[in-house]
């Protein structure tokens, strides 16, 4: 923590403006990236109008939205209206101020982290930020005066109060071997071993929270196009409707920054490049960890084009009854094995690896059913035949039946 705070303004006012550039790009790159991989996951092209083999159709549906008239329907609460967007955006950008991008680096003679700042408890911070940003989205569809969009914001919170305990439970284990909440301490402890080896089981569990925190397939259903018209943002057009956009694929690259760095080392390089003297120094270091959050917004991806959407009971049933009891066993289990290793006994480190094998084997067996399809109602029973059950008005020509002469 003694690296930060002695910077000089215009290097601070430089990486501010670096991170939000950084954010910016990858948005765009992003959605490019994912229409694309979409078509051809989906046998078909994606974008290729607009520029070299469509590479700028993110820029111009910026451009577009940007342009496009806003409409305001009436009946809304203007106020709330207009500041929920904003609620739902400056959190996404600031939390992204307590990832660590590399090591101490020379800019222009001043010695400076690749990290904007740091905090002692920078993790519970950024998980707090992502909490404030859910109040945009639920104050959106309060304010848009629309039924949809209300049960688009209402089931944003019941996802956020579901998902947010067992992603804080896969933190604990991720404080209890770092043994601070310091993203750069994190990072720093994760020298030698990365935790996704450690603690799998938290990682396993961060994974399908970080996917539910976010909104995205197939947990998106504050914005089920099938039941709520586009959820929560239904009422919104033109800028504000790209902030909502913005904020949603920068929450992605945030979430997958913070995988990056709690489980899979941060900015270190991955083996073999790790044992070339030079990999974790320098500018290099800003190329591993750009790798990790790509491949994380990839998965994104991927389960968009794979699984479709859960039920509501079983989105629900999926945290509170599965993701929640995981993440309690486990962190008990993470607690023993490292109160007998700061004991003396190092080699329950063999153990705890075990352990975390054998648990993650476990999670992923159980969530196989209500992720592969094949979690079903029962059939209902057939109706018998005869006369309906319920009263049916009569017919053209034809005389009433007994329930509906009654009903009448």
């Known amino acids: 923590m003694t690296g930060f705070g002695h910077d000089t303004w215009w290097l601070v006012a430089a990486k501010a403006v670096a991170v939000f550039v950084f954010?910016?790009?990858?948005?765009?790159?992003?959605i490019l990236a994912e229409r694309k991989l979409l078509g051809r996951m989906q046998l078909r092209w994606?974008?290729?109008?607009?520029?070299?083999r469509g590479y700028l159709q993110s820029l111009?549906?910026?451009i577009k939205l940007a342009l496009k008239e806003a409409i305001m329907p009436a009946g809304v609460d203007r106020p709330v209206y207009l500041l929920a967007?904003?609620?739902?955006t400056i959190p996404a950008i600031t939390a992204f101020a307590f990832i660590p991008f590399g090591p101490e680096v020379s800019v222009f003679g001043h010695r400076t982290m690749l990290q904007l700042t740091d905090l002692p408890v920078a993790v519970l911070f950024i998980l707090a930020l992502s909490s404030i940003g859910v109040y945009g989205i639920v104050l959106a569809g309060w304010a848009s005066g629309s039924t949809y969009p209300l049960l688009g914001g209402v089931r944003s919170t019941?996802?956020?109060?579901?998902?947010?305990?067992?992603?804080?439970?896969?933190?604990?284990?991720?404080?209890?071997?770092?043994?601070?909440?310091?993203?750069?301490?994190?990072?720093?402890a994760q020298d030698r071993v990365w935790f996704v080896f450690l603690l799998l089981p938290s990682f396993l569990v961060y994974l399908v929270s970080m996917v539910g925190e976010t909104n995205r397939a197939p947990f998106d259903l504050p914005e089920a196009e099938g039941e709520l018209v586009a959820g929560f943002h239904t009422e919104y057009s033109s800028l504000p409707f790209a902030m909502f956009y913005l904020a949603e694929y920068i929450n992605m690259t945030t979430v997958s920054a913070l995988a990056a760095t709690l489980f899979f080392g941060g900015w270190h390089a991955p083996w073999p490049l790790n044992m070339w003297a030079g990999a974790n120094s320098g500018w290099f270091p800003l190329i591993?960890?750009?790798?990790?959050?790509?491949?994380?917004?990839?998965?994104?991806?991927?389960?968009?084009?794979?699984?479709?959407?859960?039920?509501?009971?079983?989105?629900?049933?999926?945290?509170?009854k599965t993701l929640i009891p995981v993440s309690l066993l486990w962190v008990m289990i993470a607690a023993v094995i490292r109160t007998l290793r700061n004991n003396g006994l190092?080699?329950?480190?063999?153990?705890?690896?075990?352990?975390?094998?054998?648990?993650?084997?476990?999670?992923?067996?159980?969530?196989?059913?209500?992720?592969?399809?094949?979690?079903?109602?029962?059939?209902?029973?057939?109706?018998?035949?005869?006369?309906?059950?319920?009263?049916?008005?009569?017919?053209?020509?034809?005389?009433?039946?007994?329930?509906?002469a009654r009903a009448s």
Do not use: C
């Open 85 to 88: 967007p904003i609620i739902s």
């Open 158 to 188: 019941a996802q956020v109060i579901s998902y947010e305990v067992a992603m804080g439970l896969s933190f604990a284990t991720v404080f209890l071997y770092a043994g601070t909440m310091s993203t750069s301490h994190i990072v720093a």
């Open 346 to 404: 190092e080699h329950w480190t063999a153990v705890l690896v075990v352990a975390s094998a054998v648990t993650a084997v476990g999670l992923l067996l159980y969530l196989r059913r209500p992720l592969s399809g094949l979690e079903t109602r029962p059939e209902e029973a057939p109706e018998p035949a005869g006369e309906p059950a319920f009263p049916t008005p009569p017919l053209p020509d034809k005389a009433p039946t007994k329930e509906g």
């Open 23 to 30: 954010l910016v790009l990858t948005v765009l790159v992003a």
């Open 288 to 320: 591993w960890f750009t790798a990790k959050v790509w491949t994380f917004l990839f998965v994104y991806f991927w389960l968009r084009a794979t699984l479709p959407r859960l039920r509501y009971d079983q989105f629900m049933a999926l945290g509170w």
């Open 60 to 62: 111009a549906d910026g």
């Open 46 to 52: 994606g974008p290729n109008r607009v520029g070299p």
